[in-house]
């Protein structure tokens, strides 16, 4: 049976379905391989995004990098290591990007500009980044075909409860100084601060979302994603630190950090 390319009108349709209301700040993850045969690609996933949300609603996404081998981050060139979806949002016309040289968010919308300021200044995933700012305002988050192992702002929780390991514990390659190129030409040495780490247990926090009713399942495209409050998961994911610091980190014992974050625990 021949299957048929998902359309921008189909996507649309999903998103409001789902319950993407215009007007909304709304936080992004995806998987473009998940929803299945697009027409026009990447590109058409974000035109059913911007036309479900509107031009009064803000979407954030994440468009982090790596950090690059010659230490410097363009923040108008470096590609995004967080899919597609996310690279194409990156290029597309009116969509900002701010400074931070690992945890870059990319914003479009009514109040793209306040979310990201800033950014290069604090630590990628910590209290009064772009996330942060965008679930204090109330935004909803949609997770298309993929699970809160990929929903940055779980972090952030660690930020807030200040857990022993934050900023002890590095990824090879995080624990030093990177340049940030403006785009216009501006560079900017910056410093880490409280990198994050792992995210292998963070469905810790999607099962207290869904224990309390207050997860959302649908469908974008053949996708199976994920509707629900960021200030809401916040509150989970800082619930179960303060009750338990090592809440989010893994049991694998050849995770890069999680071992020596126990570690300091202990």
């Known amino acids: ?12 349709t999903d998103l409001r379905a789902a319950g993407v209301r215009s007007g909304e700040v709304l936080i992004v993850h995806s998987s473009l391989k998940s929803i299945g045969p697009v027409a026009g690609g990447p590109a058409t996933v974000i035109a059913a995004l911007l036309t479900a949300i509107g031009q009064t609603g803000t979407i954030l996404m994440p468009t982090f990098a790596d950090p690059q081998a010659d230490g410097l981050f363009r923040v108008a060139e470096t590609t ?36 990201i300021a800033g950014h290069e200044s604090i630590g990628g995933l910590v209290a009064g980044s772009p996330f942060h700012n965008a679930a204090l305002a ?15 702002l779980v972090h952030v929780a660690e930020s807030i409860v200040r857990v022993p390991y934050l900023g002890r514990v590095w990824y090879p390659g995080y624990d030093q100084p990177l340049t940030v190129v403006t785009p216009d030409g501006r560079e900017l040495r910056i410093n880490p601060i409280d990198p994050p780490t792992c995210s292998a247990n963070f469905r810790v926090v ?8 207050r997860l959302r399942r649908a469908r974008i495209g053949q996708a199976e994603s994920l509707l629900f409050t960021a200030g809401d998961a916040l509150d989970a994911a800082v619930t179960l630190l303060r009750a338990d610091p090592a809440a989010l980190l893994c049991d694998h014992p050849r995770c890069a950090v999680c071992p020596t974050a126990r570690a300091i625990l202990s």
Do not use: K, Y
């Not at 909803?140 to 940055?152: E, N």
């Open 138 to 152: 109330g935004a909803s988050v949609l997770m298309i075909g993929c699970d809160f192992r990929s929903f940055s």
């Open 80 to 115: 995004s290591r967080t899919g597609a979806i996310t690279e194409a949002f990156r290029t597309t016309a009116s969509v900002l990007r701010s400074h931070h040289p690992t945890h870059a968010v990319s914003a479009w919308g009514n109040r793209a500009a306040e979310f």
């Open 1 to 12: 049976m021949t299957q048929h390319p998902i359309t921008e009108s189909d996507l649309v």
């Open 206 to 213: 999607e099962s207290a979302l869904a224990a309390g009713g």
